[in-house]
């Protein structure tokens, strides 16, 4: 099993930057594909980023392609999501999450991560 903390939510103007981070225990970590969610006050949770176990594949949503980085640190432990260009609409409880099984490719489906951080807010304010 796999579980993580988020940090480093908070606060922001638009066009702002926010760091991310998760930290997760578990000594299988470095092989679980690792994602990044996000749900909005009365909107469901939705799919922002993933990365593969070894942290060579990495995949965004549309919303976020050219604003947003994902990375992974084996050696610490870390998902990180560096959000830059933040809009009003990035407003949301951030969720890092991790696939339901070891070696499985990273995915955008909700369904395919069963275990979740208690999440982090973000405010990008107009």
């Known amino acids: 099993q796999v579980q993580m903390v988020e940090s480093g939510g908070g606060l922001v103007q638009a066009g702002g930057s926010l760091r991310l981070s998760c930290a997760a225990s578990?000594?299988?970590?470095?092989?679980?594909?690792m994602a990044w969610f996000r749900q909005a006050p009365g909107k469901e949770r939705e799919f922002v980023s993933a990365?593969?176990?070894?942290?060579?594949?990495?995949y965004y949503t549309d919303a976020v392609k050219g604003r947003f980085t994902i990375s992974r640190d084996n050696a610490k432990n870390t998902v990180d999501l560096q959000m830059n260009g933040l809009k009003p609409e990035d407003t949301a409880v951030y969720y890092c999450?991790?696939?339901?099984?070891?070696?499985?490719?990273?995915?955008?489906?909700?369904?395919?991560?069963?275990?979740w951080g208690q999440g982090t807010q973000v405010t990008v304010s107009s």
């Open positions: 990365i593969s176990a070894g942290g060579s594949g990495t």
């Open positions: 999450a991790a696939r339901n099984r070891p070696f499985l490719a990273y995915s955008d489906s909700l369904g395919a991560y069963a275990y």
């Open positions: 578990g000594r299988a970590f470095s092989t679980y594909a």
